[in-house]
């Protein structure tokens, strides 16, 4: 049996960035995910973004909620905060943890399940709060801890597992988010790194909440003949009647995405999905191009960033809320006592 821990020693060669930390650094512990997962592409990114913006691990709070999803933030920088939580309410729990104290960089990764089913009520009031900080939804249109039903964000038409077809219509993070007012918004695919790093470290930047959708084909569940978010892989057998499942291990599929036109990246089915760029001169501060773009290249996984817009308040400028985090205050200004709760009350007399 192959060891699951990652070795201490590294690489005298290996590259530091301005703090003076090798890419080993924003590490975490080995992936338990199935071989060949989209989701460990999106780690490594992650991974990446954050040792070039030279991000101190001790600063970042990395929070999920429940999927395969939301084990990410165990394979990316160890020496970070983390907090798992519950289905549907890491934004939830996000938004406490940066009331709490500001100063932190916060990224949270959830998955369409998690984000557009249960937790949908919780990512539209992230995003009406603005809330400062990164959201990654691995996209895979599946749930695949529990046998790979249907998500929300499955597609008209796209086969299950065992043969039968979607017929509910999908929700789109994207234009979701449009809609909603988000500050920054990005989709791209776990296969293309060289344009994922960039947009994960542009969200990372902004002052408000950013969400990126990566489309993350699943090895394992959404693998055959019919599907719209996946690859097919070899079965051992065919066991009709259980429910276990054998998975053969699966080269990732990488892709660079073309300036222009639509590119077909080949799925291990011989199925294929197709991916474009916005165009030169795209307009990213114009909300309604970007909903109209997205309309009318509909059938294409329109990557990039679609929507940027950094002149509106983020939470704590809405609220106003002091410089100093809340987690620092004495407990004397957090809690003045009852004459000057009275004081207060009088102004609503």
Not at 57 to 74: D, N, R
Not at 209 to 237: L, M, Q
Not at 259 to 276: E, K, N, W, Y
Not at 303 to 328: D, K, R, S, Y
């Amino acid at each position: 049996m192959p060891s699951i821990v990652k070795p201490l020693v590294t690489h005298p060669s290996l590259v530091r960035n301005n703090l003076g930390l090798t890419i080993r650094d924003y590490e975490g512990s080995m992936s338990t995910l199935c071989a060949g997962c989209g989701h460990d592409s999106i780690t490594a990114a992650i991974i990446r973004a954050l040792w070039e913006l030279s991000t101190p691990p001790h600063m970042l709070a990395k929070l999920s909620g429940i999927g395969c999803s939301s084990k990410t933030p165990t394979y990316f920088v160890g020496g970070a905060h983390g907090f798992n939580s519950a289905h549907g309410r890491m934004p939830a729990i996000a938004t406490g943890a940066n009331a709490a104290n500001r100063q932190l960089t916060y990224l949270g990764v959830s998955g369409d399940g998690d984000s557009l089913s249960i937790g949908i009520g919780h990512l539209c009031h992230a995003i009406r709060r603005n809330l400062n900080m990164l959201y990654v939804i691995e996209n895979n249109g599946v749930y695949g801890l529990t046998k790979g039903q249907f998500s929300a964000s499955s597609d008209v038409g796209s086969k299950s597992k065992k043969g039968e077809a979607n017929k509910m219509a999908p929700i789109d993070p994207i234009q979701l988010a449009l809609t909603l007012g988000a500050t920054f918004v990005a989709r791209s695919f776990s296969g293309d790194k060289a344009q994922l790093v960039p947009i994960l470290k542009a969200g990372l930047a902004h002052r408000g909440f950013a969400i990126v959708d990566v489309i993350s084909p699943c090895v394992t569940f959404n693998d055959h003949e019919g599907s719209t978010k996946s690859y097919k892989h070899t079965r051992g057998k065919h066991h009709v009647a259980t429910e276990s499942d054998f998975v053969p291990f699966a080269n990732e599929i990488v892709g660079e995405i073309g300036p222009v036109g639509a590119t077909t990246i080949q799925m291990h089915d011989g199925s294929s999905l197709r991916f474009t760029k916005v165009p030169e001169g795209y307009d990213v501060t114009d909300r309604m191009a970007a909903i109209d773009y997205l309309r009318t290249h509909q059938g294409e996984v329109v990557t990039g960033v679609l929507f940027a817009e950094e002149g509106v308040p983020e939470m704590h400028e809405m609220n106003n809320t002091p410089a100093e985090p809340l987690a620092t205050l004495p407990f004397s200004k957090l809690c003045p006592g009852s004459s000057a709760l009275e004081a207060l009350m009088a102004d609503f007399r």
